[in-house]
């Protein structure tokens, strides 16, 4: 069977930018990015403003290499994740989804910008998704559009990936090795597949 995808964002999940500001998260180091090269939400800033902060805990690398999956980024650093990002973390250059002029768009129906492309990218196969801003119109959104098995794992910006939730990844490759396709929510309730699921 395929590994499943793992979609990574940067800012929530690896850098827990919402923790109390001048303060480090404990296990991460300061990574300095300059504003006018890297963040796709910075390039309307002044080059003069200082670097943008970044907190990353350098053993999220191996922690995320020793998982079953197949590692992609799921952010607005986009390729950039690969300059910056993942030297720091000890990963190698991992492909990534090229959310192209869906960046930032905002949806009626309150599905996020990005639920939608990494469904088209993953096109049916196994993925758990770690972001800070997943909500409930996204788990309806994949239960409906993506006929694998999903995760949809909300990490607490203010504290970045933690044992629990590299936990839960795990089980979810344990899980979804082992039974049919099913959306596994961040509550743990398992929702039936969804009807355009074909065995």
């Known amino acids: 069977?395929?590994?499943?995808?793992?979609?990574?964002?940067?800012?929530?999940?690896?850098?827990?930018?919402?923790?109390?500001?001048?303060?480090?998260?404990?296990?991460?180091?300061?990574?300095?990015?300059?504003?006018?090269?890297a963040l796709v939400d910075e390039v309307s800033l002044s080059s003069r403003r200082r670097p943008l902060r970044v907190w990353l805990n350098p053993e999220h690398g191996g922690d995320l290499l020793r998982l079953e999956y197949d590692l992609c980024w799921a952010t607005t650093w986009m390729d950039e994740a690969n300059h910056w990002i993942a030297p720091a973390l000890g990963l190698p250059e991992l492909p990534f989804v090229d959310f192209g002029d869906t960046l930032f768009r905002e949806r009626p129906d309150g599905v996020h910008w990005k639920t939608a492309p990494l469904v088209e990218y993953a096109d049916g196969r196994p993925f758990a998704w770690v972001d800070d801003e997943q909500t409930e119109p996204d788990r309806a959104y994949v239960d409906a559009h993506h006929r694998g098995p999903a995760l949809l794992?909300?990490?607490?910006?203010?504290?970045?990936?933690?044992?629990?939730?590299?936990?839960?990844?795990?089980?979810?490759v344990d899980d979804s090795c082992d039974t049919g396709p099913r959306l596994?929510?961040?509550?743990?309730?398992?929702?039936?597949?969804?009807?355009?699921?074909h065995p």
């Open 1 to 37: 069977m395929e590994r499943p995808l793992l979609f990574l964002d940067v800012d929530g999940p690896l850098n827990p930018y919402a923790a109390q500001p001048e303060r480090r998260p404990e296990g991460c180091v300061t990574l300095r990015v300059p504003r006018n090269g």
């Open 184 to 197: 596994v929510r961040q509550d743990g309730v398992t929702a039936a597949p969804p009807p355009s699921w």
């Open 153 to 172: 794992h909300h990490v607490d910006p203010r504290v970045g990936l933690r044992h629990d939730d590299f936990r839960a990844l795990a089980d979810f």
